[in-house]
């Protein structure tokens, strides 16, 4: 998709101002404006991992390194289309792998998973904006912890499901995983939008990501940003506020209109 340029004029943080800087006609969204300002006023910014901060899904990823890769997929295109519950396809797709502990940390150092371009240039922005960055994802704990060491993004800053693994066994087989995680279930990122509002008393949070459960997550969350730079899903991107293939409009926006800019 071609990027957007951006004019250099006098700068206002209203939506509708920000948007005139973008001189052509190839944004995409039902609310572009309104997701521009939030974006450059948000007090934090959550995003999906897979398909959005990373350009697989991590759990097909492990499921193909233990020769799963097809019978997992197909469930989770049906999660990310929106087509079945997500807790649903959690546990099935979980069901057919069974990994261990042992398993996942093989994967990883055999397949590390690979950032999304721009994304670490995006989060960086944020953070010297004074915008807090969270991780909301269904996919695992253990496998996107390296990923926010990589983006410089805490710990505690992420939301997403724990596995749980039989410690009295070298590889630590599989257990189950852990169901009272807000992303265990659909309708789960909204909770965790909400969660993350209450815990720290955000007036605006945006969701950024590319699948039906990230749309979810408006309300409670002030915009939400399809992601198309991986996959692109009609259904999310009929309800996106904006809609973009890359980050560099993002940034762009972040970098010149941010709530701290100079």
């Avoid at 097809?70 to 997500?86: H, I, P, Q, R």
């Avoid at 397949?111 to 004074?130: A, C, F, I, K, T």
């Avoid at 940003?225 to 293939?245: E, L, N, T």
Wanted: proline share 3%; charged share 25%.
């Amino acid at each position: 998709m071609p990027m957007s340029s951006i004019d250099d004029r006098t700068f206002s943080t209203l939506g509708i101002d920000i948007m005139s800087h973008f001189s052509n006609d190839k944004l995409e969204g039902q609310n572009i404006a309104s997701a521009m300002e939030a974006l450059a006023k948000a007090d934090a910014v959550c995003f999906d991992v897979d398909s959005t901060v990373i350009q697989e899904e991590g759990i097909d990823v492990l499921a193909a390194s233990l020769g799963k890769g097809k019978e997992v997929s197909a469930w989770t295109l049906k999660a990310m289309e929106g087509d079945t519950k997500f807790e649903d396809a959690l546990a099935a797709r979980l069901d057919i792998i069974k990994p261990s502990r042992a398993s996942i940390l093989k994967c990883l150092e055999d397949h590390p998973l690979q950032l999304s371009p721009g994304v670490d240039r995006l989060v960086e922005v944020l953070m010297e904006n004074g915008t807090d960055v969270y991780l909301v994802s269904g996919g695992f704990r253990i496998m996107i912890e390296p990923v926010a060491k990589t983006l410089c993004i805490s710990k505690t800053n992420i939301f997403a499901n724990t596995i749980f693994f039989d410690e009295n066994t070298e590889t630590g087989e599989y257990t189950g995983f852990c169901r009272d995680e807000p992303t265990s279930a659909d309708m789960g990122k909204p909770k965790a939008v909400q969660m993350i509002k209450d815990q720290h008393g955000y007036e605006t949070v945006v969701m950024v990501g590319d699948g039906a459960t990230d749309a979810q997550a408006k309300p409670p969350a002030d915009a939400f940003i399809g992601f198309g730079g991986v996959a692109v899903r009609d259904a999310v991107k009929q309800k996106a506020c904006w809609y973009v293939y890359d980050f560099e409009d993002m940034i762009k926006v972040v970098e010149k209109f941010g709530k701290n800019r100079n």
